[in-house]
């Protein structure tokens, strides 16, 4: 018996493997988008045509009917320590190419960018009228985008890259039977961060403490006068060249750890103050131009400006909420919310 089985194993491996070189299943990649400024970090970026699969019949097989070809992404991007989660690469079906001598029937894609995944597969193409056979030659062409954001300023220049895994599936009796993959880490998506404000010696710290400012409503006295917190020294800009400062705040909300009670961040207001200036004149620190108070917002606000080079800015920073607001009626739990800093070289 155990011989038999050894034999079987080999016939039924053999049939499979026959199959398999009847079809030719084949993926490449394009280079990644760039980002090279902060307006392009905000909006994202697409690479056009950054990915293309092929699917070749050429010999006699019984033809497939319903099949289709998924993307599926290893990791997220990752650089070094650093990595940009997996859904905020999408892909677009951008075009087929057909040859051979098979059905010249077009095969249309999903419309609009679909999501990756490290952890599902998306389907890129499906049919169930144009079938896999003998002469049939196509490639379709994807488009790349990586979307813009907040999830793209706190990382340092590199490339993010995660491999990509493409399957093609027989469907049958609505069971999908996997026919070819391809995955090597040559065939990557991903972005290449060579944001301007990340070169040279240019830098935002947050210091004394003002990584985290925690406001505590414990009394009805304190909802009437409202709280405020000031932290000197608190943030240090280096730069080699003029630039603006950006504040916002991650989301136009925030929400109770308990309950659905939100709260705008446009009740907290922010305030700068010039704590420390040195360059290479200091009467230059009069072209320091601060345009605080403001309400925070989820959208960029220029809360400084200077136009020319300077070795170090220390600022003040204050961050305030006034009394008697009505948004606080019903407030209970906990409420957070991040807050971003950004140097924009002019």
């Known amino acids: 018996m155990k011989n038999i089985a050894f034999f079987l194993f080999i016939f039924l491996s053999a049939n499979l493997n026959l199959f398999a070189q009847d079809i030719q299943f084949d993926a490449y990649t394009n280079w990644i988008p760039q980002f090279n400024n902060y307006g392009e970090l905000m909006a994202g970026q697409t690479k056009n045509e950054q990915i293309n699969v092929s699917v070749r019949i050429y010999n006699q097989i019984q033809p497939i009917t319903k099949w289709k070809i998924t993307a599926r992404l290893v990791d997220d991007y990752k650089y070094n320590n650093y990595s940009i989660p997996a859904e905020f690469g999408l892909l677009k079906f951008a075009r087929e190419n057909v040859q051979g001598n098979g059905s010249n029937l077009p095969i249309a894609g999903p419309s609009g960018f679909l999501p990756l995944s490290k952890y599902q597969e998306q389907t890129i193409i499906s049919s169930e009228t144009v079938s896999l056979q003998n002469g049939f030659v196509r490639t379709f062409v994807f488009d790349f985008q990586m979307k813009g954001g907040n999830h793209l300023l706190t990382i340092p220049n590199g490339e993010y890259k995660s491999a990509y895994i493409i399957n093609l599936y027989k469907i049958e009796n609505g069971t999908e039977i996997l026919l070819k993959s391809i995955s ?117 606000q220029v809360i400084a400006t200077f136009p020319n080079w300077s070795s170090e800015i220390v600022f003040d920073l204050s961050l305030s909420i006034p009394g008697n607001l009505p948004e606080f009626n019903g407030a209970k739990g906990v409420y957070e919310t991040y807050i971003y800093f950004v140097i924009v070289p002019r």
């Open 184 to 300: 090597n880490a040559n065939m990557f998506a991903g972005a290449h961060i060579n944001h301007n404000g990340n070169h040279g010696d240019q830098s935002i710290l947050l210091e004394n403490g003002s990584n985290l400012f925690h406001f505590k409503f414990n009394t009805v006295n304190d909802l009437v006068t409202g709280k405020s917190i000031r932290k000197n020294g608190a943030l240090r800009i280096k730069t080699y060249n003029g630039h603006e400062l950006i504040v916002k705040a991650a989301n136009q909300d925030m929400r109770s750890n308990i309950t659905d009670h939100t709260l705008p961040v446009s009740i907290i207001r922010l305030d700068l103050a010039l704590n420390q200036y040195s360059g290479g004149n200091s009467s230059e620190a009069n072209l320091l131009k601060i345009n605080t108070p403001i309400q925070l917002q989820s959208w960029d």
